[in-house]
Structure formats: structure tokens, C-alpha cells
């Protein structure tokens, strides 16, 4: 056999793998990848144009620009009271996608295990098998809002569980968390001397309430590993700039790996997000209030045309029932595609306890979304429904 066994079993990711099945159909209302439709901020896209102009085409630190890791520092240290030395304890990151992998390469020993609240990223169980560990899945349904909860962690915790990935504002729920409820999972983190791999790239959209970084509850600095980056609140996802803060041993081991793997995150990308951390506040804020008024619309048009849908506290996505369509998630896409042209993602891409949800994107314009509502409205109209 040609290919490692490791590669071998890991499935391919069930997004890309169904969105093959959109590439050349005509007049497809797209709901499905994950990207801002906002463009970069000018500001930022003219100081990327100004720097290859001057002439930055080289490689910098493998750590990362320096000014760039200072203006993070400087950004987290006044938006949120976190202090990160940015000699050694802030690594910059091709996305957080990289640093995720690092994460996991640079904790792990064979075997290991990771707790991952369940639905989640696509890529959570890879990273952590890639990796060499097992992924534990702790299941969360729409009962309770897609919450893990504090007790769910106590029971799975124990021997051979290094820690636990946790993404907030959830990619696919849009749940979050509030500074109480993570009081409450911080706890049980303590007491199983547990690392938390804290992924917070949707930070900046939260809707209901103030975003509070696990970093900054007392006595948890030193066990997070803080995931951030530029991709989804600055419309920043070509740029691949993301950054890694936590412990120097942890930071430098992630360094050990990125500088063989990688050697640095690009220059133009890494001049952007300086002029991105300068400047960007009313951009943001202006995207945020768009996202918030589509929220609203989508989930409340899911419910009423009889698509059960909790509200998301953050990110840009849905994520409904489809139980009531007597059919699987992979189906109802599938089918969906076929007879509407609304392309959704499956909700098993992100769990096999998913397979009865579907993840909307509201990342769209707000015609759009009219529009694929109505045409979802005709699909579960159908006369073999």
C-alpha cells in the first residue's frame, strides 16, 4: 500500500466532497462555503497593492512580522485585558487551519485523546487523527441550543484525554457561549489539569452578547491555546493570516513545526492584517449589523416554513432541522441541489449525529436569501412530501 495508513482512514471532507456536485450548474444559489461576500476593507486591500509596489516579496520571521505581532498583542491586551508577549508567545499562522494542525502535532502523543463538542468543524476529528490522537465526540442537539455542557466534559474527561477543542461562536451552530457559562467550563477544565484548544476566529460577530476569550477567565491563560485570525470578521480569507497566543513552550513547539512546514505566513498578507488591526472597527461593526439582519431573517423564514431553527449567537451560519422532510441531511441536500438549485452543506459533514440538520451560510445578500427561502418553501411543498 502506497499511502499511509493514518491518511488512508481519515474521510475527506464532506463540504468539498459535496460541493463537487454544484461546480458548472447554472443559476445555483449558493448557501454553503463559508466565506464573508463582503470584499476586504480598501484600506487594507491598498496597503497590500502598496506593499508588493515597495517591494515586499521577501520571508520574515518564521514567527511572523514583529509589528504584526505587536499590534496583536496590543489589540488583545485593550479589547479584551489578555497580555501576550509577542517575542514568545504569539506565532503567525497561513489561517488558523495551520495553526490548528499545530496545535494538535505539537500537544499530542500517540494515542491521546481530545474531547470535541459535537456538531463542529469539519476539520476537528482530522487534525486530531493526523495527528497521531483519537477524537471523543461529545454529542449537543437543538434541544439545549448545541451546548456542551460542563458535566458532559467531567464525565469524559479522565485517562489519556490531553484536552479539548472547542470552537466559539460555532462553525456550523453559531452557538456561543456566555462569560458564565464558561466560568462553568473553565472548572472542570482545572480540575482535569486539561488543555483547551480555544479556536475563537468568529469572535468579532457576536451578536447578543459580549465575546469573552477563554484566555481571560482567571487561571486559564496558561492553559489555553488561543486560535484567532483575519479570514471572517475583516472579509480577510484569501490572505491566510492567522495567529496562535499561548504558553512559550507550546508557541515554540508550534514554531518548531510551522518553520520546517511552512516558514512563515506571506508578507502582503501579513502587511494587510497590520493595516486590517489600524483601522477596521466601522468596518466590522458595519458587516456585523448586515449579518445580524440576516440572522433574523433566516431563522425566523426557516421556522415559519416549518424548518425548526434555534437562533446562533454568532458567525454567519444556520443550522435547521430538516427532520421534518422524512429525509437525511445528504438527501435533502442532494435533492435540494437537484429540483431548487439552493445549495446547502449535509449537517453529517460535521458529525455523524447531525445527519437530520443542514448548515446555511447567511454570508449571502439578503435577495438571495429570499429567494433560496422560497425556493426551499416549493421543495418541501413538493407533492411527494
Request: proline fraction near 5%.
Amino acid at each position: 500500500m502506497r499511502i499511509s495508513k493514518r491518511v488512508d482512514q481519515v474521510v475527506p471532507s464532506g463540504i468539498r466532497a459535496f460541493f463537487d456536485l454544484v461546480l458548472g450548474m447554472q443559476d445555483v444559489i449558493s448557501l454553503g462555503v463559508g466565506e464573508p461576500d463582503f470584499v476586504t476593507p480598501w484600506h487594507v486591500r491598498a496597503r497590500a497593492i502598496e506593499s508588493l509596489e515597495q517591494g515586499y516579496t521577501s520571508y520574515t520571521s518564521n514567527k511572523g512580522m514583529i509589528e504584526l505581532r505587536r499590534d496583536i498583542a496590543a489589540f488583545l491586551k485593550k479589547r479584551h485585558q489578555i497580555e501576550y508577549d509577542p517575542e514568545e508567545e504569539i506565532l503567525i499562522t497561513v489561517g488558523v487551519s495551520e495553526a490548528l494542525d499545530l496545535a494538535m502535532r505539537s500537544i499530542l502523543n500517540p494515542g491521546e485523546k481530545i474531547l470535541i463538542p459535537e456538531p463542529c468543524y469539519v476539520a476537528y476529528g482530522p487534525v486530531v487523527e493526523l495527528a497521531g490522537g483519537e477524537p471523543v465526540f461529545l454529542e449537543t442537539s437543538i434541544e439545549n441550543g448545541f451546548k456542551v455542557s460542563p458535566q458532559q466534559i467531567d464525565e469524559a474527561a479522565g485517562r489519556g484525554v490531553r484536552g479539548i477543542l472547542f470552537g466559539y461562536p460555532c462553525n456550523p451552530t453559531g452557538t456561543s457561549y456566555s462569560k458564565k457559562e464558561l466560568e462553568a467550563i473553565a472548572k472542570v477544565i482545572k480540575k482535569h489539569d486539561m488543555l483547551i484548544i480555544s479556536d475563537e476566529l468568529y469572535d468579532e460577530l457576536t451578536y447578543d452578547f459580549e465575546h469573552t476569550p477563554m484566555a481571560a477567565l482567571p487561571q486559564m491563560r496558561n492553559r489555553v491555546i488561543y486560535l484567532n485570525g483575519f479570514s471572517k470578521s475583516y472579509a480577510m480569507t484569501g490572505f491566510r493570516i492567522g495567529y496562535v497566543c499561548g504558553p512559550s513552550d507550546i508557541v515554540g513547539a508550534m514554531t518548531k513545526i510551522h518553520q520546517y512546514t511552512m516558514l512563515c505566513a506571506p508578507i502582503t498578507g501579513q502587511m494587510a492584517a497590520i493595516e486590517a488591526l489600524k483601522d477596521s472597527a466601522g468596518d466590522v461593526y458595519a458587516m456585523k449589523k448586515e449579518y445580524d439582519r440576516r440572522r433574523r431573517f433566516i431563522v425566523g423564514a426557516l421556522n415559519d416554513i416549518g424548518l425548526t431553527c434555534h437562533m446562533p449567537q454568532g458567525a454567519f451560519y444556520a443550522f435547521p432541522s430538516i427532520k421534518a422532510s422524512g429525509e437525511n441531511s445528504m438527501d435533502f441536500a442532494k435533492n435540494l441541489l437537484l429540483q431548487q438549485k439552493v445549495a446547502v452543506v449535509p449537517g453529517v459533514a460535521f458529525g455523524q449525529s447531525c445527519a437530520q440538520h443542514v448548515r446555511i451560510s447567511y454570508a449571502s445578500n439578503y435577495d438571495n436569501l429570499k429567494e433560496a427561502v422560497s425556493r426551499i418553501e416549493k421543495y418541501l411543498k413538493r407533492p411527494n412530501f
